[in-house]
């Protein structure tokens, strides 16, 4: 009969696990002394990001499995030519990514106690912020001129599909913007937690990467 | 300013009784409100079970009150056969939904997941508290189709199109009854994906010092799998309704086909399909299914392990077979579509993964039933519905066996022998996953104990009821009874009338037997015997706090985890078993490497 014998519990840095949470073994303080532990728990906000992100993933998958079984179902499918706007607004969209980027390494060195100067580091998270309604609202041009055409929702699957997609990814900007915004309310109170920072960020650049693949297939199917 | 810990999520103690016991931040009271919500829409689901039965037993009997109700759908208290689909779809959409979807995963999962890998709270505490509250108004607008003017969908707890999105021309309850479901299902997934947000990060994020992987009890395991499985089902449906919900007021066409006529009227859409809201809807509706049963699979087996004194055969495999049944049940929703006149390779396509999903199925089984063989199980109301879970699982199971050949389901399709089988396999096995969970954290919950014997009655009288209603079931479908008819005048059906009045009287006994756990409940939560803070002598976190625990789980302290979850069949101080925060050295030849 095989018997294990448990080790008696040890402490120490060195023996605590760099990966995940929980550790293996029974490398635990024998105090509880929590702190141990907190030095590798990744912080929660980095992991609900990529959970968020797969959601939204699933989501807009659905969708587009949806427009590629309704296009080829029946012969109703009209097709008509993206508005020009959408090409401009793209360009925005990538701008205010790299906005925030260069707004996301000057507050990771204003937390790190850089001792140059970094200027004011919501400086650019406000022009981030301005182009990210600019993107909104060139979005809302571009239903704008699809309904002096003719193109309402209703018109055709495929007018359907593009007012579907584009606004559902709109909302989700909006709701990036909400989040830029509680970045900016906790830089201004200077709680920010740096976990924070970069699950915003990664939501905006995902928000770049979905967009360039919505106009990729509305080009393409539409 | 700097990063703070995963484990820094604190909140502190509420005050007043609006954020103590409404809008609470604490996960402990959300699952609560969680399984209150599903026990209320448990007993409506079950009136609403006996209202169908009375009528398909006896088919001109008068139900009183019923007329109060929809003076339309139940003239003189006699269900129209519209009414009855009616009442059909909404006991199906609340059992499915905010049964066997919120009590095993997001009541207990919410109650004592934070609590079995150390936590103070789930991470993001306001979106768990919108995640119920979110279902809740789901609930609610649900259950309002009640009471609009041609009463709720009809449509089934499938929603088929074209039927959902061609308005009121295709029924009582087909216009605002299908856009009112739409909206509680949508709201329905939000409120879950929420949930499974918290779910998957507390897992990963918030396990105290020592608690690896694969030290997580098997009901935490479980519910993690589960919330895994939500986030991907609950995202596809979600889109689906919103679909359909522009088929209805915006004018759209994504799923009724054109040339459509109905009561001679051509419906005014054009090249919808169909099938599409099938493949949506079952890339959800299977593995919702595992969603209901995945979660009793791991407090069954939570609670086995407590009252056999020793592990199962093997904890990492019992992980694996729960996690190839997450992953299968993406790749056999085909099944559900094998009439839809899909093609004869991808229905074989869909047949092999749905007999290959069977496997980690039956090694389950197969564990549970060899851990047991040999093993003194202490036998009380949850033990006894944790075996009664297996057995209707495997009963269930079996019938699954012949559905997923699709020569044999075109015939079976559609007939009774298709809702015995969800129904043992899904409903009724998930119930008393949950029945065995509440016997069994009752205690923690409350600081109370169950009364035992009336469990015991409870179980009897239930697990007796159960077969006696869904075994006849699959012998009415080989007769060829086709589910959702009202009355049977066909000449083949008549001679199933007498089968019917049976199952309607076992029906009648077996929901009465449910009062006797409601009684239990109520009585027990204010009149229970004291519960000392580890009745069962189980090894797990949740037991080595105060009954009930603290606002904080540990009541300032953060346990540390020393042993695997389930150290039992040793010698110890305490007894035969160590707990998992215990720093007490003990020699096993249970632990695995």
């Not at chain 2, 856009?179 to 897992?203: D, E, K, P, R």
């Not at chain 2, 396509?349 to 060899?370: C, E, G, H």
């Given at each position: 009969?095989?018997?294990t014998?448990h080790?008696?519990?040890?402490?120490?840095?060195?023996?605590?696990?760099?990966?995940?949470?929980?550790?293996?073994?029974?490398?635990?303080?024998?105090?509880g002394?929590?702190?141990?532990?907190?030095?590798?728990?990744?912080?929660?906000?980095?992991?609900?990001?990529?959970?968020?992100?797969?959601?939204?993933?699933?989501?807009?998958?659905?969708?587009?499995?949806?427009?590629?079984?309704?296009?080829?179902?029946?012969?109703?499918?009209?097709?008509f030519?993206?508005?020009?706007?959408?090409?401009?607004?793209?360009?925005?969209?990538?701008?205010?990514?790299?906005?925030?980027?260069?707004?996301?390494?000057?507050?990771?060195?204003?937390?790190?106690?850089?001792?140059?100067?970094?200027?004011?580091?919501?400086?650019?998270?406000?022009?981030?912020?301005?182009?990210?309604?600019?993107?909104?609202?060139?979005?809302?041009?571009?239903?704008?001129?699809?309904?002096?055409?003719?193109?309402?929702l209703?018109?055709?699957?495929?007018?359907?599909?593009?007012?579907?997609?584009?606004?559902?990814?709109?909302?989700?900007?909006?709701?990036?913007?909400?989040?830029?915004?509680?970045?900016?309310?906790?830089?201004?109170?200077?709680?920010?937690?740096?976990?924070?920072?970069?699950?915003?960020?990664?939501?905006?650049?995902?928000?770049?990467?979905?967009?360039?693949?919505?106009?990729?297939?509305?080009?393409?199917?539409? | 300013?700097?990063?703070?810990?995963?484990?820094?999520?604190?909140?502190?103690?509420p005050?007043?009784?609006?954020?103590?016991?409404?809008?609470?931040?604490?996960?402990?009271?959300?699952?609560?409100?969680?399984?209150?919500l599903?026990?209320?829409?448990?007993?409506i689901?079950?009136?609403?079970?006996?209202?169908?039965?009375?009528h398909?037993?006896?088919?001109?009997?008068?139900?009183?009150?019923?007329?109060?109700?929809?003076?339309?759908?139940?003239?003189?208290?006699?269900?129209?056969?519209?009414?009855?689909?009616?009442?059909?779809?909404?006991?199906?959409?609340?059992?499915v939904?905010?049964?066997?979807?919120?009590?095993?995963?997001?009541?207990?999962?919410?109650?004592?997941?934070?609590?079995?890998?150390?936590?103070?709270?789930?991470?993001?505490?306001?979106?768990n508290?919108?995640?119920?509250?979110?279902?809740?108004?789901?609930?609610?607008?649900l259950?309002?189709?009640?009471?609009?003017?041609?009463?709720p969908?009809?449509?089934?707890?499938?929603?088929?199109?074209?039927?959902?999105?061609?308005?009121?021309?295709?029924?009582?309850?087909?216009?605002l009854?299908?856009?009112?479901?739409?909206i509680?299902?949508?709201?329905?997934c939000?409120?879950?994906?929420?949930?499974?947000?918290?779910?998957?990060?507390?897992?990963?994020?918030?396990?105290?010092?020592?608690?690896?992987?694969?030290?997580?009890?098997?009901?935490?395991?479980a519910?993690?799998?589960t919330?895994?499985?939500?986030?991907?089902?609950?995202?596809?449906?979600?889109?689906a309704?919103?679909?359909?919900?522009?088929?209805?007021?915006?004018?759209?066409?994504?799923?009724?086909?054109?040339?459509?006529?109905?009561?001679?009227?051509?419906?005014?859409?054009?090249?919808?399909?169909?099938?599409?809201?099938?493949?949506?809807?079952?890339?959800?509706?299977?593995?919702?299914?595992?969603?209901?049963?995945?979660?009793?699979?791991?407090i069954?087996?939570?609670?086995?392990?407590?009252?056999?004194?020793?592990?199962?055969?093997?904890?990492?495999?019992?992980?694996?077979?729960?996690?190839?049944?997450?992953?299968?049940?993406?790749?056999?929703?085909?099944?559900?579509?094998?009439?839809?006149?899909?093609?004869?390779?991808?229905?074989?396509?869909?047949?092999?993964?749905?007999?290959?999903?069977?496997?980690?199925?039956?090694?389950?089984?197969?564990?549970?039933?060899?851990?047991?063989?040999?093993?003194?199980?202490?036998?009380?109301?949850a033990?006894l519905?944790?075996?009664?879970?297996?057995?209707?699982?495997?009963s269930?199971?079996?019938?699954?066996?012949?559905?997923?050949?699709?020569?044999?389901?075109?015939?079976?399709?559609?007939?009774?022998?298709?809702?015995?089988?969800?129904?043992?396999?899904?409903?009724?096995?998930?119930?008393?996953?949950?029945?065995?969970?509440?016997?069994?954290?009752?205690?923690?919950m409350?600081?109370?104990?169950m009364?035992?014997?009336?469990?015991?009655?409870?179980?009897?009288?239930?697990?007796?009821?159960?077969?006696?209603?869904?075994?006849?079931?699959?012998?009415?479908?080989?007769?060829?009874?086709?589910?959702?008819?009202?009355?049977?005048?066909?000449?083949?059906?008549?001679?199933?009338?007498?089968?019917?009045?049976?199952?309607?009287?076992?029906a009648?006994?077996?929901?009465?037997a449910?009062?006797?756990?409601v009684?239990?409940?109520?009585?027990?939560?204010?009149?229970?015997?004291?519960?000392?803070?580890?009745?069962?002598?189980?090894?797990?976190?949740?037991?080595?706090?105060?009954?009930?625990?603290?606002?904080?789980?540990?009541?300032?302290?953060?346990?540390?985890?020393?042993?695997?979850?389930?150290q039992?069949?040793v010698?110890?101080?305490?007894?035969?078993?160590?707990?998992?925060?215990?720093?007490?050295?003990?020699?096993?030849d249970?632990?695995?490497?």
């Amino acid at each position: 009969m095989a018997t294990t014998v448990h080790e008696p519990p040890q402490a120490g840095p060195r023996r605590v696990p760099d990966h995940g949470n929980g550790g293996g073994g029974n490398l635990v303080p024998a105090d509880g002394d929590r702190r141990l532990a907190v030095d590798y728990s990744p912080p929660p906000s980095s992991t609900a990001i990529w959970v968020v992100l797969f959601a939204i993933s699933m989501m807009f998958a659905a969708f587009t499995s949806a427009l590629v079984v309704r296009k080829g179902s029946s012969l109703d499918w009209r097709s008509f030519s993206l508005p020009s706007i959408l090409f401009f607004n793209t360009l925005v969209l990538f701008a205010s990514s790299v906005t925030l980027e260069f707004a996301r390494r000057r507050i990771a060195a204003f937390m790190g106690n850089v001792q140059e100067r970094v200027g004011s580091p919501s400086r650019w998270l406000y022009v981030t912020l301005c182009l990210g309604v600019v993107f909104v609202a060139g979005q809302y041009i571009a239903w704008s001129q699809l309904r002096a055409e003719g193109l309402y929702l209703a018109t055709n699957p495929s007018s359907s599909f593009f007012y579907v997609l584009t606004v559902t990814h709109a909302l989700h900007v909006l709701g990036g913007l909400g989040g830029i915004v509680y970045v900016i309310r906790k830089l201004g109170k200077s709680s920010l937690r740096r976990s924070t920072l970069d699950a915003a960020a990664r939501y905006w650049h995902f928000m770049d990467l979905l967009w360039l693949y919505l106009l990729l297939l509305l080009w393409v199917k539409l | 300013m700097h990063d703070t810990s995963a484990h820094a999520v604190q909140h502190h103690a509420p005050t007043s009784f609006i954020r103590k016991h409404v809008f609470s931040l604490d996960h402990k009271v959300i699952g609560k409100q969680y399984y209150a919500l599903a026990l209320a829409a448990a007993l409506i689901g079950m009136v609403l079970s006996w209202i169908m039965r009375i009528h398909l037993g006896w088919a001109n009997a008068a139900i009183p009150g019923l007329h109060t109700l929809s003076p339309n759908g139940a003239p003189g208290g006699v269900l129209t056969p519209e009414y009855y689909l009616q009442l059909m779809t909404m006991h199906g959409t609340i059992m499915v939904f905010f049964v066997l979807t919120t009590a095993p995963f997001a009541a207990f999962g919410n109650y004592f997941l934070p609590i079995q890998v150390g936590a103070e709270d789930m991470p993001f505490p306001r979106f768990n508290m919108m995640s119920f509250w979110v279902t809740f108004i789901a609930f609610l607008v649900l259950v309002s189709s009640f009471f609009i003017s041609d009463g709720p969908t009809l449509g089934g707890w499938t929603q088929y199109a074209p039927l959902n999105a061609i308005g009121s021309s295709g029924g009582p309850g087909q216009g605002l009854g299908v856009v009112l479901w739409m909206i509680s299902i949508a709201l329905f997934c939000i409120g879950q994906l929420l949930g499974s947000l918290n779910f998957i990060t507390t897992t990963l994020d918030l396990r105290v010092k020592g608690m690896s992987l694969m030290r997580l009890p098997l009901s935490a395991w479980a519910w993690f799998i589960t919330s895994c499985m939500g986030l991907t089902a609950f995202s596809v449906l979600m889109p689906a309704c919103i679909l359909v919900i522009l088929d209805h007021v915006a004018g759209t066409s994504f799923f009724v086909p054109s040339g459509l006529v109905l009561n001679d009227q051509l419906v005014p859409h054009s090249g919808g399909s169909t099938l599409l809201w099938q493949h949506l809807f079952w890339f959800f509706g299977h593995p919702e299914v595992y969603i209901a049963i995945v979660p009793g699979i791991g407090i069954v087996s939570h609670i086995l392990i407590a009252n056999m004194r020793k592990p199962m055969l093997s904890q990492r495999v019992l992980i694996y077979c729960m996690g190839a049944l997450a992953v299968l049940s993406y790749m056999v929703y085909g099944h559900h579509m094998f009439v839809s006149g899909m093609n004869p390779i991808s229905s074989l396509a869909f047949s092999f993964p749905t007999l290959v999903i069977t496997i980690p199925a039956t090694i389950t089984v197969l564990i549970w039933v060899f851990s047991l063989y040999g093993s003194r199980l202490r036998i009380n109301s949850a033990s006894l519905f944790a075996l009664g879970f297996i057995s209707m699982f495997v009963s269930g199971g079996v019938s699954g066996f012949f559905l997923a050949q699709p020569s044999i389901d075109i015939m079976l399709h559609a007939t009774y022998f298709v809702v015995g089988h969800f129904h043992m396999v899904m409903g009724v096995a998930a119930m008393f996953g949950i029945f065995a969970g509440t016997y069994f954290w009752f205690p923690k919950m409350s600081g109370r104990m169950m009364n035992e014997t009336l469990g015991k009655v409870h179980f009897w009288l239930s697990f007796v009821g159960t077969y006696c209603i869904f075994m006849p079931f699959h012998y009415l479908g080989l007769a060829g009874n086709i589910r959702r008819y009202s009355t049977f005048v066909d000449d083949f059906l008549q001679p199933l009338i007498p089968v019917h009045r049976w199952i309607t009287v076992a029906a009648l006994i077996t929901g009465a037997a449910q009062l006797v756990f409601v009684y239990n409940l109520i009585h027990s939560r204010f009149w229970g015997k004291p519960a000392p803070d580890n009745p069962w002598e189980a090894t797990s976190l949740e037991w080595s706090t105060a009954t009930p625990p603290p606002w904080d789980n540990f009541g300032g302290k953060h346990p540390v985890v020393y042993h695997d979850p389930y150290q039992y069949g040793v010698q110890s101080s305490v007894g035969d078993y160590v707990m998992q925060a215990s720093p007490e050295q003990v020699k096993t030849d249970h632990e695995e490497k």
